[in-house]
């Protein structure tokens, strides 16, 4: 089944506790994303990658990393998490350069930071 | 100002209604628009996919684009409550994936 999972689903943890919520997906895509989902403000990018080893700024990066060392996978680190982290999380796909808006979404990261 | 503004509702309809979901934007340089639907505690799947101007059908659904007006609807023709969700207006301007914008959302309710 072509999916993009995501790990883990829930998440609470501290101020300044690194943490990473890993992104797989399926569908051999060039394109993954990732989006963060508050209340009133919809979806918004923190970091995307166009394939291996490149990578670039979303419009909300700050407090957050990203790596994309195999095509499938492209892990969200939070170095030192502070309580304005706390929202669901999405990572997505998406395929070549003319489907962009196609996006593949995973189930979502709800995290909280206390 | 926002580049893509959306009704947040939320909308509650009986079922069988028509249910009109609209977006507008400010960019003229959007050249392709998507609708997602999102159901509680899931992530956003595409439902509408459309490159230019005028309608798009699939099934009970009908996505709608006006570029003159940067104005785009969705139609949900005969409701069912399983069409109860969220449903996301997003458009982009080009190459890559960065180039996307989200509405925030409408959330919609069909009442049995």
Redesign the interface.
């Given at each position: 089944e072509a999916q993009?999972t995501q790990n883990p689903r829930y998440l609470i943890t501290v101020t300044g506790k690194k943490l990473t919520v890993t992104c797989s997906q399926n569908m051999n895509h060039e394109?993954?994303?990732w989006y963060r989902q508050d209340p009133?403000?919809?979806?918004?990018?923190i970091y995307?990658s166009?394939n291996v080893e490149v990578t670039?700024k979303?419009d909300v990066p700050e407090g957050y990393k990203v790596s994309r060392k195999e095509k499938r996978n492209f892990p969200l680190i939070l170095e030192s998490p502070s309580p304005n982290q706390t929202s669901l999380y999405?990572c997505?796909s998406?395929p070549t350069?003319g489907r962009?808006?196609?996006?593949?979404?995973?189930?979502?990261t709800r995290l909280t930071v206390t | 100002q926002k580049e893509v503004e959306?009704d947040?509702g939320p909308l509650s309809v009986p079922e069988g209604a028509i249910v009109s979901l609209n977006c507008t934007y400010s960019n003229s340089a959007f050249q392709?628009?998507?609708w997602?639907r999102q159901y509680s505690?899931?992530?956003?799947?595409?439902l509408m996919?459309t490159y230019s101007s005028g309608n798009k059908e699939d099934g009970r659904f009908t996505a709608q684009v006006d570029k003159s007006s940067k104005y785009i609807s969705l139609f949900i023709r005969d409701s069912q409550p399983s069409d109860s969700a969220t449903y996301?207006c997003?458009?982009?301007m080009g190459?890559?994936?960065?180039?996307?914008f989200?509405?925030?959302?409408t959330r919609l309710t069909v009442i049995p």
């Open positions: 993009v394109y993954m994303s009133g403000l919809g979806l918004r990018q995307y166009m670039d979303g999405f997505a998406s350069s962009e808006g196609e996006q593949y979404f995973g189930p979502g | 959306q947040p392709y628009f998507m997602y505690r899931k992530g956003p799947e595409l996919y996301l997003a458009m982009g190459l890559g994936a960065n180039n996307l989200f509405g925030t959302g």
